[in-house]
């Protein structure tokens, strides 16, 4: 039965690793092959999967990551020394360890209740918030990309690309407040949607596939943006590094609460993007046209629906709102000059964010504040309790693996396999992806 | 091996597929299974297969009870199934295909040599002419229907299940069929066959079971006619002869001139091919699968590329148009596979209904869906064409076979249309459905609407025809009126003309 196809993840991985141009193409590894017809359906069931197999999967992630936290403590690896003489303390110490992890994550990412007042504590969120801004608007873009049955892998190029035209525009240009920051939001709108319109552009005039195009297109950014950050062009001249200049206040998004908290006008934008995505999924013609061009791309061309033309207008689309994620970068984030990793990953945890919140506006939004909480909350993890922040990948990449293989977590956790209501559909995909 | 189901019971939310059926097949035995579309023939026999669970009830095997968590159990179990709707890997060879599921091995290496050389022997016992290493995807239909069939033989199925086999073959491969069935039996094996053609039914069954709605509502001997069979499944009598007035000669509305049509490997599929549809008239396409029917109805449509020729439709020419554009021409199109090309199983029976005019009023406006409008719509149509389902917002892939095809029919049928184009329009409908399928395509024509109905079937042909073009290797041998006489058919679709038959175009 198809339903119990291998899970997509290595096939994901292999292409979201070659993506990265900093990951290094000539490690031998061979060249990403366009996704198999199996690939999509066990990706499609990953999209489809229950709200509490999502949720099972965020837990599963989570012990993995206590079992690595408990498991890297100094603490815990000596008592473990000692472990039959009193196998209690090792227990305590992975008790300490564990919970001083996750309750560090909850003070940096939710609330922080050791704080001397709620206006401090509750700091810890809006800064969340912070990081789910650019991880929602990002995920948005892959997520509308996966209901039209195309895979945008590029958010890196066109994060890159967004935030080098809003971040120009930011520094360079001199106009009134407000004028600016909207000037500078919408360059880098159109250089998003721009780079995302070459893919769709060569999809569908030569048929090249989106994931080989965009992996590509990844270097191509990232050696245009570091050319032009070694030009005069982004180069701050006062500096030695190839960094670009400071943005200009005018351009910057301004704070919604006052100085003290970091939370700024991006967030209510990528909350507009969500409503937006929402709108055009659900209730526009337009995706009505997606999502069929994404179900069935024949059964959609004999409708009368153009691929070729679905396959630009999706891209762009998705350009634009992973693009929003660069400009967020410059204007939001780090409005003190951007440099080559000013992507800071987040064209491939969008990805993740993506599967996690099931490709639908809502779910992208809640799975991006999650990850944003993470991430606000790992740092707090790392200072107060020495463990190093890259357990967060590690959970974050144990969430796509169990939101690819239903079956597993059906398994752990012993649910009952649901009667494959979609079972022919299924079938019929098995015949149809060809 | 004796297959015994016990009280099967199956819900799909408020919806009761399975009511307690009880079914006895004996080894040696071929037993028919019979009822309307959404009768839950596919139901029972997907939980025999282990596909779907039962809410009570037990599977029995030579009085043994059996407890399948998966089809793999069931194939162990010495069950073999050939499905509705197939399920074949396409990128796959047919001998890789065959092995997928129980893959044999050897020193950790699929031993594909194995695979191919049981599919060679399956094919040589039953007459297959089957290559194990062409891909599932550049085989016709009934060639993938074989492999389906020696996928379930190879794993030396005691019980096999052939759910609407003969729905996408065409006559002789149906008799073929059907005498490898003969075979199965006289060897031993225990064997339901569903079908919606009774002719089928009287010629192999031994003995006959109706569901409908669920539940066993009885048996019938072979010997039962057509008539007798037909109201027992549907609950009326029905009418297999449609009452049709005669044809108004009307102006040629469809013009089509010299239609040569090249496929990818630059073979000619359609050969100079010219006719007329009058308005108000169906000229039947009849012919053997697979002879360039399914490009010349593509190639109306604009869903070919390299086409010759001229198509004219009420003088204007539509040949060089997009599909969209022949679309909102007014024309109309039940494509072959409903599956592939015509519904998204994903979607909703809403969303299906309104798939090809997703661009304006009244279902879009401003770029907006209107739902309020697509729900009323659904409704209606959902209950003038008595669509079975649970609402409107059910998805159209857990609709059964003969549902699916309704839906396309009622969102074709409620447009207004300048040309009706319909491929096998009834394929896989029971008798009540087609009786009803057929009076619409009546009234299409009978509104003053060119229709060409293209089918394999010539009970089909005869019914609705007014004139009938007999394809032959991409030709046509020639066009001749409705009541050509049967054998006349079949020796046209064989690509000779016998001396002396009327033309009639
Ligand atoms: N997976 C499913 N989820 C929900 N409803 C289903 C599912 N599968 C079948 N049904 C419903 O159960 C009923 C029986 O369907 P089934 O496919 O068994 O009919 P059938 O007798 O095989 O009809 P046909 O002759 O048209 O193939 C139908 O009303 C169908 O809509
Ligand atoms: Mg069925």
Redesign the interface.
């Known amino acids: ?2 339903a119990e196809l291998p899970a997509t993840v290595p096939i994901a991985e292999t292409a979201t690793k070659l993506a990265d141009p900093k990951f290094d193409l000539t490690g031998g590894e061979a060249p990403p092959e366009p996704p ?2 199996r690939a999509i359906v066990a990706l499609r069931e990953a999209l489809n999967g229950s709200v509490v197999l999502t949720i099972l999967a965020v837990f599963v992630a989570l012990v993995v990551g206590a079992i690595l936290i408990a498991s890297t403590n100094t603490d815990v690896q000596t008592a473990a020394g000692y472990f039959l003489a009193r196998p209690g303390d090792t227990l305590a110490a992975i008790w300490q360890s564990v919970a001083g992890a996750y309750i560090a994550i909850f003070r940096g990412g939710v609330y922080d209740f050791t704080a001397s007042n709620f206006g401090t504590g509750i700091a810890s969120i809006l800064n969340s918030l912070g990081f789910a801004t650019p991880l929602i608007a990002a995920g948005l873009g892959i997520a509308v990309g996966f209901r039209s049955g195309v895979f945008n892998i590029g958010g890196t190029g066109m994060i890159l690309v967004a935030a080098a035209c809003a971040g120009w525009v930011g520094f360079a240009v001199s106009l009134p407040p407000g004028i600016h920051m909207i000037v500078a939001v919408l360059a880098g709108l159109v250089g998003g949607g721009f780079w995302a319109f070459l893919v769709g552009f060569l999809k569908a005039r030569t048929g090249a596939h989106e994931v080989i195009v965009t992996i590509m297109l990844n270097y191509i950014a990232l050696y245009l943006i570091d050319y032009l950050l070694n030009s005069p062009v982004l180069r701050d001249p006062s500096s030695n590094a190839p960094v670009s200049p400071s943005e200009k206040p005018t351009a910057v998004f301004f704070h919604l609460l006052g100085p003290s908290y970091s939370l700024n006008f991006g967030f209510i934008l990528v909350i507009g993007a969500t409503i937006f995505c929402w ?1 055009l999924l659900g ?4 995706g ?2 997606f ?2 061009v994404g ?2 791309p ?9 691929l070729n033309r679905m396959y630009i207008y999706v891209m762009v689309i998705s350009g634009v709102l992973v693009g929003f994620a660069g400009v967020y970068q410059v204007l939001g984030q780090i409005t003190t000059g951007f440099d080559r990793g000013i992507d800071a990953g987040i064209g491939f945890t969008a990805i993740t964010v993506a599967l996690l919140g099931r490709s639908r506006p809502w779910g992208v939004f809640a799975a991006g504040i999650l990850f944003g909480i993470l991430q606000a909350g790992s740092y707090t993890m790392q200072a107060d309790q020495g463990v190093n922040v890259n357990v967060l990948p590690v959970i974050q990449s144990v969430i796509v693996l169990f939101l690819a293989a239903p079956p597993l977590v059906r398994a752990i956790f012993r649910l009952p396999d649901p ?7 299924m ?8 | 091996m004796k297959l015994e189901l016990r009280g099967i019971t199956k819900t799909f939310g408020a919806l009761v597929a399975n009511d307690h059926i009880d079914l006895t097949v004996q080894p040696g035995e071929i037993h028919c299974l019979l009822g309307e579309n959404g009768a839950g023939k596919s139901t029972l026999m997907n939980i025999l297969y282990g596909l779907y669970r039962a809410d009570s009830g037990e599977i029995l095997l030579d009085d043994v009870v059996q407890h399948f968590s998966g089809p793999g159990d069931a194939a162990r179990a010495g069950i073999g199934m050939v499905h509705q709707h197939f399920m074949l890997i396409p990128v796959f060879t047919v001998a890789e295909n065959v092995m997928l599921g129980h893959e044999e091995s050897k020193f950790g290496f699929l031993d594909l040599p194995a695979a191919r050389a049981r599919v060679r022997e399956i094919s040589a016992r039953f007459g297959f002419d089957v290559d194990p290493d062409a891909l599932i995807e550049d085989l016709p239909v009934g060639v993938q229907q074989r492999v389906e069939i020696i996928k379930a033989l190879s794993r030396e199925a005691k019980v096999l299940v052939f759910d609407e086999p003969t729905a996408v073959l065409t006559p002789q491969e149906t008799d073929e069929l059907m005498g490898i069935m003969k075979q199965l039996k006289d060897a031993g094996a225990a064997i339901v066959f569903i079908t919606h053609k009774l002719r089928e039914v009287r010629e192999v069954a031994d003995k006959i079971t109706v569901i409908r709605l669920g539940k066993v509502v009885g048996e019938a001997k072979p010997t039962a006619t057509n008539a007798e069979l037909a109201s027992l499944m549907v609950g009326r009598s029905i009418d297999l002869t449609i009452a049709k007035s005669k044809v108004k000669a009307k102006e040629p509305a469809l013009v089509v001139e010299g239609l040569t049509i090249h496929n990818a490997q630059g073979h000619v599929v359609v050969n100079n091919v010219s006719f007329q549809v009058r308005a108000g008239e169906i000229l039947a396409v009849a012919g053997v699968q697979g002879n360039g029917q399914t490009e010349l109805t593509e190639a109306l449509l604009g869903l070919q590329d390299r086409v010759m020729g001229t198509i004219d439709l009420d003088g204007k020419s539509i040949r060089h148009l997009p599909i969209h554009k022949v679309l909102a021409e007014g024309v109309g199109f039940i494509p072959e596979d409903r599956q592939e090309d015509a519904l998204i199983a994903e979607f909703s029976i809403a969303e299906n209904l309104m798939l090809d005019r997703a661009d304006g009023e009244p279902f879009v406006r401003h770029g907006a869906l209107q739902l309020a409008y697509r729900t009323k719509f659904a409704t209606d149509k959902v209950k003038e064409f008595d669509v079975r389902a649970q609402g409107i917002d059910e998805v159209v892939g857990s609709l059964s076979g003969g549902n699916q095809q309704k839906v396309v029919l009622a969102r074709e049928l409620s447009r207004t249309l300048r040309l009706f184009v319909a491929a096998q329009p009834t394929r896989g409908l029971d008798v009540g459905s087609i009786e009803f399928v057929h009076e619409r395509i009546v009234a299409t024509r009978d509104a003053g609407v060119p229709v060409i109905v293209v089918s394999t079937e010539l009970d089909e042909v005869l019914a609705l025809a007014d004139r009938i073009a007999v394809m032959y290797e991409g030709r046509i041998v020639g066009i001749v009126s409705g009541d050509t006489p049967r054998d006349v058919l079949g020796l046209m679709m064989a690509g000779e003309l016998p001396a002396g038959t009327k033309l009639a175009a």
């Open positions: 039965m198809s198999a017809p709108w209730r526009s013609s337009l009505f046209k999502r069929a179900e069935n024949r059964a959609a061309r004999v409708a009368g629906i153009h009667d494959r209501r979609r079972a022919r559909a079938s019929k995909k098995a015949v149809v992806a060809k």
